[in-house]
Structures are given as structure tokens and as C-alpha cells.
């Protein structure tokens, strides 16, 4: 999908393949077919049974997540890729350097999506966002919570969250790969939560989030609408832009330069 789209990603357990067709009924980019967190230890080894014999019946095209690359579990995920024919990229969780990322991408031929979710990984942002194969770079806020030892929805949360999009950002740009991937808001029965959750990564200059719920892809798509007041002034500006080819020039007080007119543009729909 192009770079500048905002892009919504919607988890589904791989214990609930039969879900998969209603996540993508919801209109999210991308469907995310989660085999970590999702599904207990004792049952990984059938559920990637399963998952193999669904990829083969299937016409929907997924994401796979993982195991992190340091549990045993991995492994075997990376033998079920080799049977998949439906997997799109692999989303790799609790990323520390892009040894991982490279590895992943070497044994599977498919683009990552890196998720820093400790310290380590964090520190290593910088490093993670060169690696080949890499996709974009997202992070977990609820591993990061625990391992920094801060509280849930605190200042303090707030901040380190916000310190990680910063480093996200920028070494995402800096090294030419899409704009990073916003973590899941974990409270789905909380829509105005969400909506400016969905406002602040966009300000952020994220390019997407990910959802836990499929309700929340509505939620979201909505949140992402342009507004009616920015769409009239988007055509005041490309009004005035056409009549006079001027580049720097002032709307309802506004000063305007060229990268308002080129945001006016994305608004309209016009090249």
C-alpha cells in the first residue's frame, strides 16, 4: 500500500480462524492473523495445524504474528510460514536488534513489521530501522509499561510513549521506510479514547495503528475522515494556488506555503 496511506491493522487470534472473514468485512488494510499472545503455549503446535489447513482454503490474504525471535516457538512458526500461501508479511514482536529482522526476512522472503517492546528494543531503534527487509516499526505499549515500570495511563505513560513515537518517527524517515505504526489502544468500549488516540499519531505523522477489536476500525476510519471545515479550507487554498501560481500566500489569516498546498492537494484527491 502506498507510504502515505493510513493504514489499519486488525488482530485476529489464531485460535479464532473463523473470525477472519468478519475482520476483513470491517474494512481494515490489513488483517493480522495473531499467533503469540493469542494462543497458550499447549496449543501453538495444533493451532498451526489449523492455520496451514485454513491458508490452503482461504482467498483472504493476511499478516502473520509470530513468536519473538528468542522463544523456542519461532522456530516452528517459521517451518508453518514455509506451508502458507496466503501471508502478505510477519509482524515480529518484542524486536531487539535487526539481526532479528534480517533473519526473519532471510528465512521467509516476506517484509516485517518490527515491534519494540522492551528497553533493549527501544535503545535500539535507531539500528532496528536499517535493517533489510524491514517494512515499518511499531511498539507495544503494554510490554513497555511492565518493563519500564510505569503505570498505565499515567503522565508518566503518556510521556514515554510519546519519547518512542519521536524515535519511531524519525529514524523510520531518515532511513526511507513507511511512517511507523501506532500501537492498540487496549480499552475498545472507550470510543472518544480512541478517536484521539487515532488524532494524536496522526499528528504524530504515523501512518496507521493497529485494533484489537473489529468495532474499532469503524471507530477509527471515522476519526481519519477529513473534517467539512478542512476541506473548505483545502479549497480556498488550491482556489488561490490556480489563480495566481503563487507558492506563499495568506487564507483566512493563514499563511500558506507549499507544503499546506501539497496538503490540500492529498485532501481533494488532486495531483
Known amino acids: ?24 468485512a470491517t474494512g481494515a488494510d490489513v488483517v493480522i492473523i495473531d499467533l503469540e499472545d493469542a494462543v497458550a503455549d499447549d496449543q501453538k503446535d495444533d ?49 531487539q536488534n535487526p539481526e532479528q529482522v534480517e533473519h526473519l526476512h532471510q528465512a521467509t522472503g516476506l517484509p516485517v513489521i518490527a515491534v519494540v517492546e522492551s528497553p533493549v528494543g527501544v535503545a535500539n531503534i535507531a539500528k532496528i530501522a536499517t535493517a533489510k527487509g524491514l517494512y515499518a516499526m511499531s511498539f507495544g505499549c503494554l510490554d513497555l509499561l511492565h518493563s519500564h515500570g510505569v503505570r ?17 518517527l524519525v529514524y523510520s524517515l531518515a532511513n526511507g521506510i513507511r511512517p511507523p505504526i501506532d500501537a492498540v489502544f487496549v480499552d475498545f468500549d472507550d470510543e472518544q479514547g480512541l478517536v484521539d488516540c487515532v488524532k494524536h499519531w496522526v499528528d504524530f505523522g ?8 473489529p468495532k474499532q ?13 478542512e476541506r473548505v479550507f483545502a479549497q480556498k487554498i488550491l482556489a488561490e494556488y490556480q489563480r495566481t501560481g503563487d507558492t506563499v500566500f ?6 500558506v506555503d507549499l507544503p499546506l498546498i501539497l496538503w490540500a492537494k492529498d485532501v481533494l484527491g488532486d495531483a
Open 206 to 213: 504515523f501512518g496507521g495503528q493497529m485494533a484489537i477489536h
Open 250 to 255: 495568506a487564507i483566512d489569516g493563514k499563511m
Open 217 to 229: 476500525i469503524a471507530i477509527m476510519k471515522k476519526a481519519l475522515a477529513t473534517s467539512d471545515d
Open 152 to 168: 498505565m495511563g499515567s503522565q508518566a505513560a503518556a510521556v514515554l510513549f510519546d519519547k518512542i513515537r519521536s524515535e519511531l
Open 1 to 24: 500500500m502506498p507510504k502515505d496511506h493510513h493504514a489499519l491493522y486488525l488482530f485476529v487470534p489464531a485460535i479464532r480462524l473463523d473470525r477472519v472473514s468478519k475482520a476483513v
Open 47 to 95: 493451532v498451526r495445524e489449523q492455520l496451514i489447513k485454513f491458508d490452503a482454503v482461504s482467498e483472504h490474504r493476511y499478516w502473520l504474528r509470530v513468536n519473538a525471535s528468542h522463544q523456542s516457538e519461532h522456530t516452528y512458526d517459521l517451518q508453518c510460514i514455509s506451508k502458507l500461501n496466503q501471508v502478505d508479511g510477519i509482524i515480529l514482536p518484542k524486536c
